[in-house]
T-cell receptor, first 114, second 112 residues
Framework: EDKVVQSPLSLVVHEGDTVTLNCSYEVTNFRSLLWYKQEKKAPTFLFMLTSSGIEKKSGRLSSILDKKELFSILNITATQTGDSAVYLC??????????????FGRGTQLTVWP | ETGVTQSPTHLIKTRGQQVTLRCSSQSGHNTVSWYQQALGQGPQFIFQYYREEENGRGNFPPRFSGLQFPNYSSELNVNALELDDSALYLCATALLGGTEAFFGQGTRLTVV
């Protein structure tokens, strides 16, 4: 069965720290890996990764995918209290031509203290 | 703001009752997926609709059913509610072949 595992499940840091969140996956016919930030309810899109070794960056956030070792990391530098949220990793397999189902991990609860 | 609207935002139902949750999508988003997110867990795929037809289903019993309308809005219906159905229900819409799914704010369902 397709599976996505995130670690750690919970992380507490102070403002200014750098954090690395991990996501490993097992999925048949991989299409893409996505990262979402969930603060209260709606997950908001951060990154979509499809190719190995190509880093995607958005401000203080960056992410990279290793399709050989089947994992991805999400880095957040110079953390701020506003980064406190659950970070979800999801994998999308190829299933026909539609944007298919996403398999989510349990998420990493990040808490940033001032 | 994702342009995806879910209603209601909160709902309390009694075990055995039926519930209908609604989702309206951004203009042109013809694919809608529904997810159930229990406390402390990641979202779990329920099913997806494309052009008003079910287009894939997760491990949920038949009492979970859905509809998609010509304007691409959607409903999730759950019959014979159980306590374990208490969760956040999320819908996500996308364009066919698109690269990103947009999530609504979710409906928090509590079954007592």
């Amino acid at each position: 069965e397709d599976k996505v595992v995130q670690s750690p499940l919970s992380l507490v840091v102070h403002e200014g720290d750098t954090v690395t969140l991990n996501c490993s996956y097992e999925v048949t016919n991989f299409r893409s890996l996505l990262w979402y930030k969930q603060e209260k309810k709606a997950p908001t899109f951060l990154f979509m990764l499809t190719s190995s070794g190509i880093e995607k960056k958005s401000g203080r956030l960056s992410s990279i995918l290793d399709k050989k070792e089947l994992f991805s990391i999400l880095n957040i530098t110079a953390t701020q209290t506003g980064d406190s949220a659950v970070y979800l990793c999801a994998v999308e397999p190829v299933r026909g031509s539609t944007l298919g189902r996403l398999y989510f991990g349990r998420g990493t609860q990040l808490t940033v203290w001032p | 703001e994702t342009g995806v609207t879910q209603s209601p935002t909160h709902l309390i139902k009694t075990r055995g009752q039926q519930v209908t949750l609604r989702c309206s999508s951004q203009s042109g988003h013809n694919t809608v997926s529904w997810y159930q997110q229990a406390l402390g867990q990641g979202p779990q795929f329920i099913f997806q609709y494309y052009r008003e037809e079910e287009n894939g289903r997760g491990n949920f019993p038949p009492r979970f059913s859905g509809l998609q309308f010509p304007n691409y809005s959607s409903e999730l219906n759950v019959n014979a509610l159980e306590l374990d159905d208490s969760a956040l229900y999320l819908c996500a819409t996308a364009l066919l072949g698109g690269t990103e799914a947009f999530f609504g704010q979710g409906t928090r369902l509590t079954v007592v």
